[in-house]
C-alpha cells in the first residue's frame, strides 16, 4: 500500500516557497523579486521572447497577486488614460465682441423660437433668407473639467460667425433683417454639440474665427449672464487659403495677409493653443471643424462684451471694433 506525503503547508509562488508566508507576493523581499524576474527571464528565453515583455511585474506596486498579466497590461491603460485627462484645458473666455445677439448687446436672438436647431445657414422666425459659403459642419465636445473631464451632458452651447462677406446678421448693412448663421444645440451623452454652417469669411483685423457661448442648460439661454464660458474657435490657415481662393470669398485673402495668429488681438496671447481646431474636407465637400472644449463652471467667467462695444458704424467690421 502507497502512503501519501504530508503536504507541506507553506505557501509557494511558482513552485518556489515563499519566505514570509503572511504577506502578500509583492512584499517577499528584494532578493525573492530578483530570482523571479531572472526565472521569468529563463521562461522568455526558451520561448524566443524579450525579458522586456514582462517589465518588473513581480516588483510592481500593486497588491494584486493573481497573475502577471494584469500587471503587465495596466500601464498601458494608464498612459493612455492619462494623455486624455492632461490634454483638455479650459478654454480660454474671450470676447463676445459687438455682434452676439444675445441681448448683452442689442438684439437677442436666444428668446426666439427656433434657436435651438442644428443647421443655422436660414433666418428663421420672422426673417428669411439663406447664407451663401462652403459648406461647413461645426463639431463642439464639451467636457466639465470640474468634475474629472467628463462630458457636460446637457449643456446648451450658442454659435454664431460672419458671413462670407464679412458681416453679421442682425448688425451689418444688408444683414440686419437676417438672424443667420446663429444657433443653438443640447450637449449630447458625448457632450458633443453640431452644426451645418458655411465656412466664415476674414475680415480686417481679426484671424478667422467661430464665437460660442455655454451655458448649464437650455433654459438658461434667455439670460447672457447665465453663460458659464464665451470663447471663440480659431481657423486653421491652410483651410482658409484653399477656402478663400473660391469664389465669394475675393476680400478674405488680402485679410488674411495682413493678420496672423500671434498678432490676432483675441488669439495672439498664445496663438490659439487650445482653441485652433482640426479641420478635414475640401471645398467641393466642404469642411468639417472639430473642437474639444474644456469648461469649468467654479471658475468666474471673464469673457463677454469687449470695452467699448458697439454697434459698429455702417454696422460691418471693418467699420468699428473687432470682435
Not at 466639465?144 to 464679412?166: I, K
Not at 481679426?206 to 447665465?226: A, C, G, K, L, M
Not at 464660458?229 to 491652410?238: G, I, K, N, R
Not at 496672423?260 to 465637400?285: E, K, R
Request: proline letters at 6%.
Amino acid at each position: 500500500m502507497t502512503r501519501r506525503r504530508q503536504r507541506d503547508s507553506t505557501p509557494t509562488y511558482e513552485g518556489r516557497r515563499l519566505p514570509r508566508p503572511a504577506d502578500e507576493v509583492v512584499d517577499q523581499g528584494l532578493a525573492f523579486d530578483v530570482d523571479t524576474l531572472f526565472s521569468r527571464r529563463r521562461m522568455l528565453a526558451a520561448f524566443g521572447l524579450g525579458a522586456a515583455t514582462v517589465g518588473l511585474a513581480a516588483c510592481g506596486g500593486s497588491s494584486n497577486s493573481n497573475s502577471a498579466t494584469s500587471s503587465a497590461t495596466t500601464p498601458a491603460s494608464s498612459t493612455t488614460s492619462t494623455a486624455s485627462s492632461t490634454a483638455l484645458t479650459e478654454i480660454p473666455d474671450e470676447t463676445a465682441g459687438p455682434y452676439p445677439g444675445d441681448g448683452s448687446n442689442g438684439p437677442d436672438v436666444l428668446e426666439q423660437s427656433g434657436i435651438v436647431r442644428t443647421d443655422i445657414r436660414s433666418s428663421f422666425g420672422e426673417f428669411s433668407g439663406t447664407a451663401d459659403g462652403v459648406p461647413m459642419t461645426l463639431q463642439l465636445t464639451v467636457s466639465d473639467l470640474a468634475n474629472g473631464g467628463v462630458p457636460l451632458e446637457g449643456a446648451a452651447v450658442y454659435v454664431w460667425h460672419c458671413t462670407r462677406d464679412g458681416g453679421y446678421s442682425l448688425y451689418s448693412d444688408g444683414v440686419t433683417d437676417q438672424n443667420f448663421l446663429r444657433g443653438v444645440q443640447i450637449a449630447d451623452a458625448d457632450g458633443k454639440v453640431e452644426y451645418t454652417s458655411i465656412f466664415p469669411a476674414c475680415y480686417s483685423g481679426r484671424w478667422p474665427h467661430i464665437h460660442f457661448e455655454v451655458y448649464p442648460d437650455q433654459n438658461s439661454i434667455t439670460d447672457s449672464t447665465n453663460a458659464i464660458s464665451t470663447s471663440q474657435v480659431a481657423l486653421p490657415q491652410d483651410a482658409c487659403d484653399a477656402v478663400y481662393a473660391t469664389a465669394g470669398y475675393e476680400d478674405s485673402v488680402a485679410n488674411l495677409a495682413r493678420v496672423g495668429l500671434d498678432s490676432d488681438n483675441v488669439f495672439g496671447d498664445d496663438s490659439g493653443a487650445a482653441q485652433l481646431a482640426s479641420v478635414t474636407g475640401d471645398v467641393t465637400g466642404g469642411y468639417t471643424v472639430a473642437l474639444a472644449v474644456g469648461v469649468d463652471a467654479t471658475t468666474e467667467p471673464a469673457g463677454g462684451q469687449m470695452s467699448g462695444g458697439g454697434v459698429p458704424p455702417g454696422g460691418m467690421p471693418n467699420g468699428g471694433p473687432t470682435g
